[in-house]
């Protein structure tokens, strides 16, 4: 029989309301997963800025900067930060080649940091390490001194004033390193530095250490010549300082200074430093200069490293109050490294399956995470890696991939995108403490054609380590005093 149009349209219509009314099938159920947004035109942007930034545009502020650093209490001492390309015109032809170098240093970075833990962990002894030997004249009170892999090189430069009257050195920032050091007069072989040559003869408080002195005994590597203390440090790549241990006054901008900080003199100094007067050994042994200077904490925030701008390394002051903290442990074998209580990592805010043992400092002293300001690119635990990317490429299957590149095995094609929603990629510590961090800080442009890597990469050793990328845009307190570390977001 047929039916007539009204019966019709009320029949469809129940029929349409009976299935609205029904659980959707379970095929086509999507969870749903946390994200933020990628700025890829900004980012595109400042990676084509950066090549033509030109560092002569920062000597008119050089002047200004002793006036910015000025602080209220006479205890807390404040510096600015630099990129390295504000500071360095290495005139890379496009923005690849510029990563390409930069991914190269990170490399030998990270075996150098490998290499100095491997060292503690199979106890070898101050007694049994010795300079290497080299063609400097004895006049030069020189003897090896630095092997480093490329850490050298630095990514964070800071201004610095050394000696009586202060003379001003751009020094990298290196919290993997304890010894202070920089390029002296007379130089056997120095390699070039944007500042002059520090001449410790212009200074009235320059003064070399003895044999016997505490700071002397306390080096790794040491030798005496005319009861005079000679310095080795070992990074790691063929990169080497070589000089005199010294006493000398450290100066911090406007707001203070520091009287008689072990200081190595280094009159041969060959490798991948180049730029910087020498390095800040922001580490926790004893000669790193948060020690000598018996800092109760210390702070920096890294901007961008393609954008010209610069922030602060701060010591002695307050923690910002929004700080997500988390405990520093000790790793009874080397004192140097700032291990972290890493808990576990999520992405899209769904907790990603690694072992609770994989971040912990092992009884043996292996393992572990540690917070670096010198590795740019974070490293995990091979597991554990796999892991964290296997769970942001499930998530990202809407995204047209990219061959990978370098040490980056995800990478994605957003060349014709002005911005991307990804998954979100956070670090959780304990008490439920959770450190989000931007897009930008773990999908980094590789080229200027819009090709962009997820910035993580497995671990050669069990050790594993938050890089400076991650780290970019946040400021990071180290609570020397109550064990802490602290992130805060957009504190630059």
Same mark, same amino acid.
């Given at each position: 029989?047929?039916? +007539? ?36 035109? !900004? ?45 360095? +015109? ?9 990563? =390409? ?26 007694? /049994? ?79 070399? =250490? ?85 800092? !109760? ?33 000790? +790793? ?57 990317? /296997? ?17 980056? /095995?995800?990478?994605? /094609? ?79």
């Amino acid at each position: 029989m047929a039916l +007539n149009p009204p019966f019709l349209a009320l029949t469809l219509a129940l029929c349409i309301t009976t299935l609205s009314l029904l659980p959707p099938p379970t095929s086509s159920r999507t969870t749903p997963f946390s994200t933020t947004v990628l700025d890829i035109s !900004s980012s595109l942007y400042q990676a084509q800025q950066v090549l033509s930034f030109n560092p002569e545009f920062l000597e008119s502020s050089q002047q200004q900067e002793t006036q910015l650093t000025s602080t209220p209490s006479s205890s807390s001492f404040s510096l600015h930060l630099h990129p390295r390309e504000t500071i360095l +015109n290495e005139n890379h032809h496009d923005y690849k080649n510029l990563v =390409l170098a930069r991914l190269a240093r990170d490399s030998a970075r990270v075996n150098s940091l490998t290499m100095k833990l491997q060292l503690a962990l199979n106890n070898v002894s101050k007694s /049994d390490l010795h300079p290497t030997e080299t063609e400097v004249l004895p006049e030069d009170l020189s003897t090896p001194v630095s092997s480093g892999t490329g850490q050298g090189s630095g990514e964070y430069f800071s201004r610095v004033g050394v000696g009586q009257p202060a003379k001003q050195f751009y020094m990298v920032l290196d919290t993997g390193s304890d010894v202070n050091w920089l390029q002296c007069k007379p130089c056997s072989d120095c390699y070039q530095q944007s500042d002059p040559i520090y001449d410790p003869t212009l200074s009235s408080t320059y003064g070399p =250490l003895t044999c016997e002195a505490q700071q002397c005994q306390a080096l790794e590597v040491s030798a005496c010549r005319d009861g005079r203390c000679l310095y080795q440090v070992a990074y790691g790549d063929g990169s080497f300082t070589v000089g005199e241990y010294v006493s000398e006054t450290v100066s911090f901008g406007a707001s203070g200074s520091i009287n008689r900080v072990a200081i190595g003199c280094g009159h041969d100094n060959e490798g991948l430093f180049v730029g910087a007067a020498g390095l800040l050994g922001l580490g926790g042994g004893p000669l790193s200069l948060t020690s000598q200077i018996k800092a !109760s904490s210390f702070s920096y925030c890294l901007v961008d490293r393609d954008s010209g701008k610069s922030s602060t390394l701060e010591f002695n002051s307050p923690r910002p109050g929004d700080s997500v903290t988390a405990p520093l442990l000790k +790793n009874q074998k080397l004192d140097t490294f700032y291990y972290v209580e890493l808990t576990g990592v999520s992405v899209g805010g769904e907790m990603v399956s690694i072992p609770p043992e994989t971040f912990a400092v092992g009884q043996s002293g292996s393992g572990g995470i540690i917070v670096d300001s010198g590795t740019a690119i974070t490293r995990l635990q091979t597991q554990a890696y796999n892991s964290v990317r /296997d769970s942001f490429k499930r998530l990202t299957q809407n995204l047209r991939p990219a061959e990978g590149f370098a040490l980056f /095995d995800t990478c994605y /094609d957003f060349s014709s995108l002005q911005s991307v929603r990804v998954p979100t990629v956070s670090f959780h510590f304990s008490g439920d403490k959770t450190w989000s961090l931007p897009a930008k800080n773990y999908l980094i442009p590789v080229d200027n054609r819009g090709t962009f890597c997820f910035a993580f990469a497995p671990s050669s050793s069990a050790l594993s380590i938050i890089g400076n990328v991650q780290q970019q845009g946040t400021r990071v307190s180290f609570d020397l005093g109550n064990s802490l570390v602290g992130f805060s977001p957009n504190k630059c």
